[in-house]
């Protein structure tokens, strides 16, 4: 069962550590990639209620990502603290848009824009399938909880 009470858009806060980084210290850039989607698994079980795994293991339904893209606005290092902000920017039939947005936690100066579209997958098959109503409806109230309609 789906929370609605948690808040929206869904944040939380990462500290950048060494494996994160190259060697001078700065996040090596496909490493934003995995802090997005640490984000997402967390969405689900703590902005929305969701068992990630269960869906996985029991419903064999997966959201791999179709697309990724990032713009890249200013430095981390490590050490530093980031916020992470996840809104849904697009539902589709199969497909979710999701916005990620990465900003430092002690100066709010944006890092990183992400942008990903995942799809809907059933595990056996390997092929995408229409999101279920069940968790359509989720998706929904979030995007609600988050003040906009969902194109």
């Known amino acids: 069962m789906a929370s609605d009470t ?40 703590q902005g929305l209620g969701l068992d990630y795994w269960r ?10 990502v179709a697309h990724a893209e990032a713009d890249y606005r200013a430095s981390s290092r490590m050490g530093e603290t980031l916020d992470l902000e996840l809104r849904i920017e697009r539902l589709g039939e199969r497909s979710l848009t999701l916005r990620i947005d990465v900003s430092g936690a002690v100066d709010g100066a944006v ?14 098959s390997g092929r995408s399938v229409p999101i279920p109503e069940d968790l359509r409806a989720v998706f929904r109230r979030y995007v609600g909880r988050c003040g906009r309609e969902v194109a």
């Open 111 to 124: 890092r990183v824009k992400g942008r990903l579209v995942t799809v809907a997958t059933d595990l056996a």
């Open 55 to 64: 869906l996985l293991r029991e419903d064999g339904l997966a959201f791999p």
């Open 6 to 45: 948690a808040t929206a858009p869904f944040r939380s806060r990462r500290l950048v550590r060494l494996a994160d980084c190259d060697p001078v210290g700065v996040v090596y850039f496909p490493r934003y990639f995995d802090l997005f989607h640490g984000l997402i698994e967390d969405w689900f079980g």
